[in-house]
């Protein structure tokens, strides 16, 4: 007997546009069923046998097949979505017959509603899918740059490549695109991913990408809301606090929510792990027993009255990620999932972590915890089931289906990711983005003859490769190239390189790496020290160009991530560029590029101008 969201399917595989809600409503679920439908879980490690291991050895066993125990958890509870990283993906091929197990998993629910499968492809810094796989572009900063002279020609068509993308391996939800308005130069998690610091650029290129996403049948989810654009904390490691009084608020951290929700309805809005006092000083006691203010996450003010309410936002809501620092020093996890459902969240974003049968256990305590907090009146009946309907009609407006001719689907993927077309527009982005802040007598570009000795530096030695051979390929003069990585290099023999050299290309890429760039709480676990690993390398690049300066030597700096190191570093350039970016994407041991590299090379031998524009004020350079 087909169930109501399967003859929801078929109607709509057959052209039929009836609203799924108009044959099936949240009120007719279980209250077991509208709850599985709130909870999006991560599947990315599974050990199928429980251990006793400590917590340094935690199931690293990376799911690239769907287990068995993992499939019945979907079918079991009605789960309503999962989120991919990139351990779930080795190849085109295996994400989709992936994404189609889970699929299939959801249909033989009681429900047999179809999946949200969720990923954080922002393009950029952000991007789970390999980069020699997936078109994973320069990033939002650098479309930032891009628009004094492309407007929002990169924004929408970035978007829409992703999108292409993404729906060809059977993924419907991105989370993206980051709206935050980047205020704070120390800011260790937005930075880049900010299109810039001026709320209406950021409304402007953050409502073309909900357009570019959506119009090609992929859910967007802006984020992180009311804001993560002025902190000096990571919530993947801390809980940050936001002292903006609210007409600051309403003027630099709502405004691009505010347009895009008025304009486009977007089908996601995920929550901030952030304390925001002036809009909500309520306060919560700790699991070690501190008294805390209420973070976004869990602050009916901040969601249910400001954003339902004040906004007028009648999407669906979604958490950030529960596993982080932000929510799980505070929290046990399923007072933290009761906590976000009374706030009026819709969505928990990966819950509980599920790694091994022994979790399966806490999925299913968590699941009777809510309900319990529903029979007691804690959870409001009737808000759960607007809730689950919420995200039912999500479903149904974006035509999301269990069915999949998986051998079909494939092929098609085959030809999508990664194509000539997607890729052009990637490298025309790169370029577009690349930003002349200084160029002192004449520096750039840069004068090369046969045999010119040019010295370059780099945070490593993969960086180095890629400008180089970038370098090479666009002139065709025989050049005499040396390397000093910031990892680590022999002071003499750089000295040595330094004074010899006719030119010297020092880059710069700050700040460190975030954990939500590297995949998330996980990989902050397997090496709690990556966040310090590379705190040397500044003070050694300013002695660098120090000695550089002393030589006498044309120096061209490149700030290579957030354009904020030129402050630092380029007094003692004579030629500052910025690239927002350093993907590096084809690296086969023999060659090492991406498109920024690229870009950058293209511009400093002249073979085409730099037209970006700093996004973000750089103190001493565009702040006068």
């Not at 995920?270 to 027993?289: E, N, R």
């Not at 809501?317 to 996890?333: C, K, N, Q, R, W």
Request: glycine share 6%; aromatic share 6%.
């Amino acid at each position: 007997m087909l169930n109501k969201f399967a003859i929801s399917s078929i109607l709509f595989g057959l052209g039929c546009l009836l609203p799924m809600k108009s044959t099936f409503a949240a009120t007719n679920l279980t209250l077991e069923q509208q709850l599985g439908q709130k909870l999006m879980l991560d599947f990315r490690y599974y050990c199928e046998q429980d251990s006793e291991n400590t917590p340094e050895q935690k199931c690293r066993n990376a799911v690239t097949e769907l287990p068995a125990d993992l499939a019945k958890v979907i079918t079991k509870h009605n789960i309503g979505g999962v989120i991919l990283f990139a351990e779930n993906i080795d190849n085109i091929a295996q994400i989709v017959k992936l994404n189609n197990a889970m699929q299939q998993a959801a249909a033989k629910s009681s429900l047999g509603a179809p999946l949200f499968i969720s990923i954080d492809q922002e393009g950029g810094r952000v991007a789970r899918i390999p980069r020699d796989i997936a078109t994973s572009f320069t990033g939002n900063m650098s479309i930032g740059a891009s628009y004094a002279v492309h407007g929002t020609k990169f924004a929408t068509q970035s978007a829409q490549v992703i999108a292409d993308e993404l729906k060809a391996i059977g993924v419907n939800v991105n989370y993206a695109p980051t709206i935050d308005v980047n205020m704070n130069p120390d800011n260790p998690v937005i930075n880049v991913r900010s299109y810039g610091e001026d709320p209406t650029l950021v409304s402007i290129l953050g409502g073309a990408q909900v357009a570019g996403f959506e119009g090609n049948g992929v859910i967007t989810s802006l984020k992180h809301f009311p804001g993560h654009g002025d902190t000096n904390v990571d919530s993947h490691t801390g809980l940050p606090k936001v002292m903006h009084d609210k007409e600051t608020i309403w003027e630099k951290d709502l405004p691009p929510f505010q347009t895009i929700i008025k304009n486009q309805n977007p089908g996601m809005i995920m929550t901030a792990h952030i304390q925001y006092p002036a809009l909500d000083s309520s306060t919560f006691v700790s699991k070690d027993g501190k008294t805390m203010i209420k973070p976004a996450t869990m602050s009916h003010k901040i969601i249910s009255e400001l954003l339902r309410d004040d906004m007028g936002y009648q999407g669906v809501v979604i958490t950030d990620a529960l596993d982080m620092a932000g929510i799980s020093h505070f929290f046990e996890p399923i007072e933290a999932v009761v906590n976000t459902f009374a706030a009026g969240v819709d969505i928990a974003l990966m819950p509980i972590e599920i790694r091994s049968p022994k979790d399966l256990v806490v999925l299913d305590k968590l699941i009777s915890r809510l309900v319990s907090e529903v029979e007691k009146g804690n959870l409001q009946a009737d808000e759960v089931a607007i809730s689950a309907q919420r995200i039912i009609n999500l479903k149904s407006k974006f035509k999301l289906t269990t069915e999949l001719n998986e051998s079909l689907a494939m092929q098609k993927a085959q030809l999508i990711l990664g194509d000539d077309n997607h890729r052009k527009v990637e490298a025309e982005l790169a370029l577009a983005a690349i930003t002349q802040v200084k160029n002192d007598q004449h520096t750039l570009p840069i004068k090369l003859t046969a045999n010119s000795k040019v010295h370059i530096i780099m945070p490593d030695t993969r960086k180095c490769l890629a400008l180089q051979q970038a370098i090479a390929e666009n002139t065709q003069q025989p050049l005499v190239f040396s390397c000093t990585s910031l990892q680590g290099f022999e002071p003499t023999a750089t000295l040595k390189a330094i004074n010899e050299a006719d030119i010297i290309i020092a880059g710069n890429a700050s700040p460190d790496q975030s954990a939500v760039e590297i995949g998330g709480m996980d990989d902050l676990a397997d090496n709690p020290a990556f966040a310090i690993a590379k705190s040397a390398q500044g003070p050694t690049l300013e002695k660098l160009l120090q000695q550089a300066l002393h030589a006498d030597k044309k120096t061209v700096f490149v700030s290579l991530r957030a354009p904020y190191d030129i402050a630092t570093f380029g007094q003692y350039a004579d030629a500052i560029l910025a690239t927002y970016a350093y993907n590096i994407d084809v690296d086969n041991n023999v060659k090492v590029a991406g498109p920024a590299f690229t870009a950058l090379a293209k511009v400093l031998v002249g073979k085409k101008p730099a037209q970006g524009t700093l996004p973000v004020t750089v103190s001493g350079i565009n702040n006068n």
